[in-house]
Structures are given as structure tokens and as C-alpha cells.
């Protein structure tokens, strides 16, 4: 599927060149609500930044293209993305390998490229890391990516302990590239906290049955499974779980991102958590989280229209990297990547934007992860990682921000079967 929202008629002579017209190239699954909330996001940030000052007077063309999740397709649509429509930036995709899987395309091209999906630290340091000069013009201004996000995590089950005495966890992460980070990092970070890992297993992202890794978890004692879930299907989990084991479910479910996601778990979410950018668009996170909300739903709730009836974390992501861009351009004084590369990379390098999922500033060539989102601490030093909560309501269920506290618009809460 290929969507335009164009700023003017006719077409783009040679990338890179400033013929006036900026054209950015977003990738997303559009199959998926993750992908769509993406798609929309973007939209919104192209037309505000054309009823706004724009971005160094230029026209600005808006081009989605779905990715399928496979990167066989997304490669060739990359490369038409650049050597036909002649893409200025690029912006998005949502899984790891798939990033992977264009990177040199990318970056032989010198089209700037902000990730807005993917997490997986490999794509930094085993890139960038590896010859930054070849890499430099790609970008991730959200979310967190996963090494920082395993601390963020571990910091999560102290507040845990803190909260609800827990000590005893077990860890769940499907096999995944982006959930490496998380098998190798996490249970010495629990460790380090005083926490005890008492069951640490990895299934494929095949399964479908889950009733014997709960079964093993509660004959373990944990207090908590921390789960990391990215491939469909993985609700089967919930259903297996809910109201029947005695232990909360944490951690991260792509899934259960979703505003949608009580009524399509038919409520078998309740109290189960997740990480996400944006913290579900449920509360103000940097006092421009819910302006952008407000617009998305102004424009994509209600009517009949399909959801998300929210962004979902890669909306949020992809509307601040837009506008990130846009600062970053107007501090260069260019777009022309071709003739002015070095100095796009400076200007992203150095510019801070108070986005609608957190406050964004990249780390430079000699850091740990160059050109990756920087983490942001809140004044109780803890990781602006939002955790959501599924919580019961009189009608229903509702996400709640639970993490960091801070920021919450609810607190944590255990589930009601658990003694």
C-alpha cells in the first residue's frame, strides 16, 4: 500500500538536491494497528508543519509504504523510496531485523533515516559501532533502545519489590533479535538489585500453548513473569493465565499497546503491564503528550473509522522524529544531504526537542551509542520508561500509566486473585 499527502503537484527532479520540495519516505506494517497508528502520526506532523513555519520554506510530500514485516519486500521499496521518489528523509520501522536488513542500503544512499520503531542495540553498535562514517546518516530518536531499556526494567521490578514485597521472578522473553539484550542483561541487573531470578526460559515465537511455562513458573514461587512479547498471537498467553495463576504478568506485550486490546482480549488483559512510548497517550508526559493525542483522536477516533483509537508507541515515536528533523534542519540551514550531509548529522546531533513521548537529544560519534536516543532520568532518578497497566473499571478496563512514578496517572496494582 503507498499513501501520499503531497504539498504540491508534479515531481522531485534528484534526492538530496534542494529543489524545494522535502519528501519523506515512511515505513511501517500498515497491516498492523502499530503500523497504521505510525502512518496517521506522521500525517498529522507533515500537516502542522505546514500550517506552521515548515521547514525552511519547502514543500513537504508525505510517502508510506507498508513493510509486511518481511524484509525481502521492504528492501526493494527502500530503494524505490530513494531512486525513484527521490526521498529526502526516511522515518519508522517497527521490527529489529528488518532495520538491520536496510541499513547499508540506507547508508550508501546518505538519505537521512530515523527509526521510530525497532529497539535492538545491535543496530547501533554493530553499525555505527563498527564505522560510524558509513552510518552516520541514520538516526533513532525513540524509543529507548533495549540495553537501556533492560535497566529501565530492572529498575521497574524494584518498584515492584517496593510496592508489593515481591523478590522471586521469573523472565519470558520470545526469541527475537530486539530480546537478546534482555536475556543476556537482565537477571544480573535483577541480581544486582537484591532480586532473585527463579525461572528464566525462551520459547519460540511459534508457541502457541503456554500452560507449561506457567505451570513451571508457578511451581518456581515467582511473584512476577516479566514477559517480552512482540509476535502475534502471544494473548493465548493471557487467557491461560488470568484468574488462574498466582503471579502478575509484567514486562513488555506489543499487543497489548493496542487501546483496542481489553475489548479483543475480552477483558483477559486485566492487570497485566507493559512498556510503551507515549505510555498509551493515557497522561501528560512532557506537557505536549496530550496535545498531540487530542489531535490524533480529533482526526482518527469515531466515524466508523479502524483503529488505533490512539498513536500507540510507534505513533508517538514517528510524530517526534518529524518535528525532531525539522528542528534539526532549520539549525543546519539545509536539507541537501547530498552537498551537506555533515552538517544535518551535526545539527541532529545538537539540538534537544521536547517531544509528546519525552524530551529527545541524541548521543554523539564517541559515545556508547552514537546517533541513539539519549535516556532521560526523572528527579527520582528513575528511567522515563512508561509502564501501562490494564486496570478494571466499572464498564470495563481501562491502561493506566503505573512507572515511572512520576509520572503515573495510577498506582500499580496486583492482580486481585493474588493473595
Avoid at 497491516?31 to 500537516?47: C, D, L, P, T, Y
Avoid at 537521512?112 to 543496530?123: E, K, Q, R, Y
Amino acid at each position: 500500500m503507498t499513501t501520499a499527502l503531497a504539498g504540491c503537484l508534479g515531481g522531485v527532479d534528484s534526492g538530496g538536491g534542494d529543489d524545494g520540495t522535502l519528501t519523506i519516505g515512511h515505513l511501517a506494517p500498515t497491516g498492523m494497528a502499530m503500523g497504521v497508528g505510525s502512518e496517521r502520526s506522521a500525517k498529522i506532523a507533515v500537516n502542522e508543519l505546514k500550517e506552521g513555519e515548515g521547514i525552511l520554506d519547502q514543500e513537504i510530500d508525505l510517502i508510506t509504504e507498508n513493510t509486511e514485516l518481511s524484509t525481502s519486500t521492504t528492501t526493494p521499496i527502500v530503494e524505490e523510496m530513494i531512486n525513484r521518489d527521490n526521498v529526502d528523509l526516511i522515518v519508522g520501522t517497527f521490527n529489529s531485523e528488518i532495520t538491520q536488513g536496510i541499513m547499508d542500503t540506507v547508508a550508501e544512499s546518505d538519505v537521512p533515516f530515523i527509526i521510530t520503531g525497532s529497539a535492538d542495540v545491535n543496530t547501533i553498535t554493530d553499525y555505527h559501532g563498527e564505522d560510524y562514517e558509513k552510518y552516520k546518516n541514520i538516526f533513532r530518536t525513540g524509543p529507548i533502545n533495549s540495553h537501556y531499556q533492560a535497566e529501565a526494567m530492572a529498575g521497574y521490578a524494584e518498584h515492584l519489590s517496593d510496592r508489593h514485597g515481591w523478590t522471586d521472578f521469573a523472565l519470558l522473553p520470545e526469541e527475537a533479535a530486539w530480546t537478546t539484550i534482555f536475556r543476556d542483561r537482565l537477571p544480573g541487573l535483577l541480581e544486582d538489585r537484591g532480586l532473585n531470578v527463579v525461572y528464566d526460559e525462551v520459547p519460540s515465537v511459534q508457541t502457541s500453548n503456554f500452560t507449561p511455562f506457567l505451570d513451571d513458573i508457578e511451581s518456581e514461587g515467582a511473584d512476577a513473569v516479566i514477559r517480552f512479547f512482540a509476535a502475534g498471537g502471544r494473548g493465548q498467553l493471557l487467557g491461560d493465565w488470568a484468574g488462574e495463576y498466582p503471579f502478575a504478568v509484567e514486562g513488555v506485550h506489543v499487543a497489548s499497546m493496542s487501546p483496542e486490546f481489553w475489548d479483543q482480549s475480552e477483558g483477559g488483559c486485566v492487570f497485566e503491564t507493559t512498556s510503551q512510548s507515549g505510555g498509551g497517550g493515557v497522561t501528560e508526559l512532557t506537557g505536549n503528550t496530550m496535545d498531540f493525542v487530542e489531535m490524533y483522536e480529533a482526526e482518527f477516533t469515531g466515524g466508523g473509522q479502524e483503529p488505533p483509537s490512539k498513536p500507540m508507541y510507534m505513533g508517538f515515536n514517528t510524530y517526534d522524529a518529524i518535528h525532531f528533523y525539522a528542528k534539526a534542519a532549520e539549525e543546519a540551514g539545509t536539507v541537501d544531504y547530498a552537498e551537506d550531509l555533515d552538517d544535518i548529522v551535526d545539527a541532529m546531533l545538537s539540538i534537544e526537542h521536547n517531544g509528546a513521548a519525552a524530551n529527545i537529544s541524541l548521543a554523539g560519534e564517541d559515545a556508547d551509542y552514537p546517533n541513539d536516543v539519549e535516556t532521560t532520568e526523572t528527579e527520582s532518578g528513575e528511567v522515563n520508561y512508561p509502564m501501562t497497566q490494564w486496570q478494571p473499571t466499572d464498564d470495563g478496563g481501562k491502561q493506566e500509566v503505573v512507572y515511572p512514578v512520576q509520572d503515573r496517572s495510577a498506582k500499580h496494582m496486583k492482580p486481585s486473585w493474588m493473595s
